[in-house]
């Protein structure tokens, strides 16, 4: 089982980006999926959370409005939808899952089971 995330780059202020996960070999039925970031010298932050049974998701308040989290259950696919994007938003992205977690606030405060290599994205001012 794995997850590889996709979709990083480069953008500027005010731009949107579009990231992917592609979850290997797990159900998300379940499940609790999430996206955390880490900008260079910080600690990873949880960013959004998803249930994948229900669909329910969760946001930080520093993306709530401006990032958008879902999943396609059948292609086994996490997106983040990502606009207005500023230059604080910049760092590495990992797709979390915790196959038997439930999706809440406090989710993004604790670690996932499963993260895949992150990828990067940068946002330029």
Known sequence: ?????????LVQAG???????????????????A?????????????????GSDGSA???????????ISTDNIKKMVYLQMDSLQPDDTG???CGID????????LLNYGMDYWGEGTLVTVSS
């Not at 089982?1 to 780059?9: D, F, V």
């Open 35 to 51: 996206w955390f970031r880490q900008a260079a010298g910080k600690k990873r932050e949880g960013v959004a959370c998803i249930s």
């Open 15 to 33: 731009g949107s980006l579009r990231l992917s996960c592609a979850a290997f070999g797990f159900t998300f039925d379940g499940a609790a999926i």
């Open 99 to 106: 196959p038997h977690g439930t999706a809440s606030p406090s």
């Open 1 to 9: 089982a794995q997850l590889a995330e996709s979709g990083g780059g």
């Open 92 to 94: 590495v992205y990992y």
């Open 58 to 68: 969760y946001y930080a308040d520093s993306v709530k409005d401006r990032f958008t």
